[in-house]
C-alpha cells in the first residue's frame, strides 16, 4: 500500500508539475511569467492533500499491528512459562529431577524471556522503521506541496501584478 500511495501522491505532484511547467508563457511578464489552469491546479492540490489522511491510516494500523504482535510475544511467552512450571511440577518426584526440573524450568524461562525480548526488539524496530519511513514520505510529500503552492502563488501573483497595456495617446501639439 506504501508504494501505491507513494505512486499517487508523485504522479499527482508530477503531474501539477507539469502543469506548471508547460504552462504557456504570459506575453506581458516575460519567459518567467505564465498561465495556468486554475481549476486544474487546485484540483491537483486537492487530491494531493487527500493523500495525506491515508498515510495517517496506515501510520495507526502499524502502531495498532505492532502492539498485537506484542501482545502475540507476551501470550507465546506466557504459554513456555505455563509449560515450563508444569514440567517442573511433573518432575518434582525425586531429588535429581527435581534439580534438573528447576534447570530445566529457569533455562527455559530464560529463553522464553530472551525469546520474548526478541520479538519485543523485533516488533519495536519494524514499527519504528515503518512510521520513520512513513514520516519521510509525509515530509516530502507536504514539502513538495509547500513548493508546489509557493511556485503557484507567486505565477499567480506575478499575473495579477502586470500592468493593463496603456493606450497611448496622440500627442499633443501646438500650433505656431
Known sequence: ??????????????????????????TFGGHNKCTIDRE???SLLDSIRSQFPIEF???????????????????????IRRSAEEQAKRLVDETEI??????????????????SRELMKAANDYVDDALRRT???????????QQ????FRSLAGARQNVPAPQQEEPDEQTEE
Do not use: P
Not at 57 to 65: G, I, P, W
Not at 100 to 114: C, H, I, P, V, Y
Not at 135 to 145: F, I
Open 1 to 26: 500500500m506504501d508504494n501505491e500511495m507513494d505512486n499517487e501522491v508523485t504522479v499527482l505532484l508530477e503531474e501539477l508539475y507539469n502543469t506548471i511547467a508547460d504552462a504557456k508563457t504570459s
Open 40 to 42: 486544474n491546479a487546485l
Open 57 to 79: 491510516t496506515e501510520a495507526k494500523r502499524l502502531v495498532s499491528a505492532k502492539d498485537e504482535f506484542i501482545a502475540n510475544a507476551k501470550r507465546e511467552a506466557e504459554t
Open 148 to 151: 508546489s503552492r509557493v511556485r
Open 135 to 145: 514520516e519521510e514520505a509525509v515530509n516530502a510529500a507536504l514539502n513538495e506541496v
Open 98 to 115: 527435581t534439580r534438573s526440573a528447576k534447570a530445566q524450568a529457569g533455562d527455559t524461562l530464560n529463553r522464553a524471556e530472551q525469546r
